[in-house]
Nanobody, 119 residues
Framework: QVQLVESGGGLEQAGGSLRLSCAAS????????MGWYRQAPENEREWVASITSGEDTNYVDSVKDRFTISRDNAKNTVYLQMHSLKPEDTAVYFCYARIRVTGLSYNVWGQGTQVTVSS
């Protein structure tokens, strides 16, 4: 059974930095892409960043030049380095992995990690 376990969230002041990690285990196929969504209270879940197996990266405009996504394929782990944090970055951050097994693709989600940025 595929599992994603996130870590690294917490409380940080505006302008500070945090690094999120997400480790995947139980993979029986190949990971096409990994990434992060976030959800603030009373808001819809928002895509933040993604990275493909070829390490192509994409970001939502609001985090470009502040967040960096990277992955360690050997460890099936994706990271989100967040700099210049803003109060509006406060949210639960969810990791996901797009997995392919014998022609089928599906998404797996982590349980989420809270990021709180104080002003």
């Amino acid at each position: 059974q595929v599992q994603l376990v996130e870590s690294g969230g917490g409380l940080e002041q505006a302008g500070g930095s945090l690094r999120l990690s997400c480790a995947a285990s139980g993979i029986s196929g190949s990971i096409l892409a990994m990434g992060w969504y976030r959800q603030a209270p009373e808001n819809e879940r928002e895509w933040v960043a993604s990275i493909t197996s070829g390490e192509d990266t994409n970001y939502v405009d609001s985090v470009k030049d502040r967040f960096t996504i990277s992955r360690d394929n050997a460890k099936n782990t994706v990271y989100l380095q967040m700099h210049s944090l803003k109060p509006e970055d406060t949210a639960v951050y969810f990791c996901y992995a797009r997995i392919r097994v014998t022609g089928l693709s599906y998404n797996v989600w982590g349980q989420g990690t809270q990021v709180t940025v104080s002003s």
